[in-house]
């Protein structure tokens, strides 16, 4: 007896359930089956099994993305009949099972977060001890001991170096009364030619934007009589500092490598650049960008005890007992305290839930095995992350059709504002998604299925990282004992955050902050406050060029 096709009709779409299921289809004792992929066909007479599947052969192999399979079967009167089967089910299906898989890799469950905080502070405790290179976290030394106070008046300027753009600031101060008079800023963007260029190249254009920001000081601003300008410089690159105005650049990270600057004094080399322009102005303080996240921080609130950057990079610091730094040679501070850099970018433990998209990107990266924990969280990778997983699924599944299109293959197109945007799209038939998948990669006429796949992927990669993020917070709560209630009651804490990634993107704050009231309970949780410091980085440099300055009764 031929294969009894009763029941369906030329485009009847099968997949390997439909095969399980179906009365007509279903396997006999005496059938012979033909496994291909995901399919299988039984045929109830063994002689008609190898005509038919001669004839399906062709079928079957241009079958792989979505084109229709025709499953031949043989009448009794020696007549082929066919039934149109569709791969499109298949690839759905597989689909879901690459992301059911991402998820998987990807999950932060409390107890992986738990194990992750308990790295992270262990990291910390050995960066402390030496400046041995097998160390993940340098714990860089600022030679930041004193901390604003709110008496500092006068001028300042900043320069915020720290990413693919950087801002020149000026604020005049005026003490606890004043406090900041007023304020002015400007963004500007570096070109990429000269984040791999040279030392030379990219401080004269710093240097160069920097004159002509000097040059527009409006008459708000005041400079007292035989002082001269001072600049608090962030530069949120990992530096060996040695003086409160002088570092030496460790390595470059979020995109920049101008190798040639490694291992030589930033403030020496921007000094020169400024030189060069003729302008006239002292560099009073190097800082990282967290550590002026801090002290800008600590100008608003005295509760104040650490700050993270989350932008397009990612850091740390925190305010340390000068007598828990065991590396910390020489007297102690009289404040009984220094402001300690992370680094945590360069954090990694085996506990992080890291996939293989992952280290497929940071082998390609410019810094392999360098900054793991960066790559996993911050801005400048999530868009990337999201990028090659959809890569994967129209490779394998057919996700936007049978052609790849060319956009899709280029790293870093896909920005992590473009998954934010997608992510928190609201509409009902997620138009946002649509206009994206278009605008970036020059895909039209995206299914609504298709769409939500996306908006799913862009959650996985977000709530990943916001997660470790959060695990990395309390990481350092942890180091500084105030991850639990300690003998003295509730100790209040306030963690000043800034960077784009954390301001614009509502889903990643929420997540974040979930995370660490999981992880400290709901009671000792209400004592910890992460607060949003927008351009605190900024002003904090101005603020430590202040406490800093020559003129300066206390320096």
Not at 332 to 358: A, Q, R
Not at 411 to 437: F, K, R
């Amino acid at each position: 007896m031929a294969l009894s096709c009763a029941g369906l009709n030329p485009t009847h779409v099968l997949s390997d359930k439909t095969f399980q299921k179906s009365p007509f289809l279903s396997p006999r004792s005496s059938s012979t089956a033909y496994n291909h992929g995901s399919y299988r066909m039984f045929f109830q007479d063994p002689k008609f099994a190898q005509a038919s599947i001669l004839k399906a052969s062709t079928a079957f192999a241009s079958s792989r993305r979505g084109c229709p399979l025709m499953c031949y079967r043989r009448t009794e009167k020696g007549d082929f009949g066919d039934v149109c089967l569709s791969t499109e089910t298949t690839h759905w299906e597989r689909a879901e099972g690459i992301v059911k898989e991402v998820e998987s890799q990807c999950s932060t469950p409390i107890s992986r977060l738990r194990e992750v905080v308990d790295a992270m502070a262990d990291e910390m405790r050995a960066g402390l001890q030496s400046d041995a290179k097998s160390n993940l976290l340098k714990m860089v030394i600022s030679y930041v001991d004193t901390l604003p106070t709110g008496d500092e008046k006068g001028l300042f300027y900043a320069l915020d170096l720290g990413g693919t753009n950087f801002r020149v600031l000026r604020v005049q101060l005026g003490g606890k009364e004043g406090r900041v008079i007023d304020k002015e800023f400007t963004e500007v963007t570096i070109p990429t030619n000269l984040m791999v260029g040279t030392e030379r190249e990219l401080f004269d254009y710093i240097a160069s934007e920097l004159a002509k920001f000097v040059a527009s000081e409006g008459k708000n601003f005041c400079l007292e009589p035989g002082r001269q300008r001072e600049l608090g410089f962030t530069f949120s690159f990992p530096v060996q500092q040695t003086a409160i105005a002088s570092g030496t650049l460790i390595k470059w990270s979020k995109g920049f490598s101008v190798s040639e600057m490694v291992g030589k004094d930033v403030v020496v080399a921007l000094k020169e650049a400024m030189e060069r322009q003729g302008l006239d102005m002292h560099v009073s303080a190097l800082v990282n960008d967290t550590v002026g996240t801090l002290a800008g921080g600590r100008y608003r609130d005295e509760d104040v005890m650490a700050a993270v950057i989350l932008g397009t990079g990612t850091n740390a610091c925190y305010v340390e007992c000068a007598d828990a730094i065991p590396k910390c040679q020489g007297h102690l501070p009289k404040s009984g305290y220094m402001v300690i850099n992370t680094e945590w970018g360069n954090f990694w433990s085996s506990h992080l839930p890291v996939m293989d998209f992952d280290k497929a990107l940071d082998a390609e990266s410019i810094n392999p095995g360098d900054h793991i924990f960066e790559k996993l969280i911050s801005g400048m990778y999530l868009g990337e992350i999201v990028r090659r997983l959809l890569l994967k699924l129209a490779e394998d599944a057919a996700l936007f059709g049978d052609n790849i299109p060319s956009r899709l293959r280029e790293p870093y197109v896909l920005t992590t504002p473009n998954i934010s945007a997608m992510h928190q799209d609201t509409s009902c038939d997620l138009n946002v998604v649509e206009c994206t998948l278009k605008n970036v990669f020059g895909i039209s006429h995206v299914p609504l299925r298709t769409r939500k796949l996306v908006v799913e992927l862009c959650n996985i990669v977000a709530v990943r990282a916001a997660r470790l993020a959060g695990a990395g917070i309390v990481g350092i709560l942890k180091k500084l004992g105030r991850d639990v209630i300690g003998e003295t009651g509730k100790m209040r804490t306030v963690v000043a955050i800034d960077g784009g990634l954390y301001e614009h993107y509502p889903l990643f704050r929420h997540n974040m902050q979930s995370a660490v009231k999981e992880l400290l309970g709901s009671e000792l949780s209400e004592t910890v406050v992460l607060e949003l410091s927008n351009d605190g980085s900024g002003i904090g440099a101005t603020l430590l060029a202040a406490s800093n300055s020559r003129f300066s009764k206390k320096s």
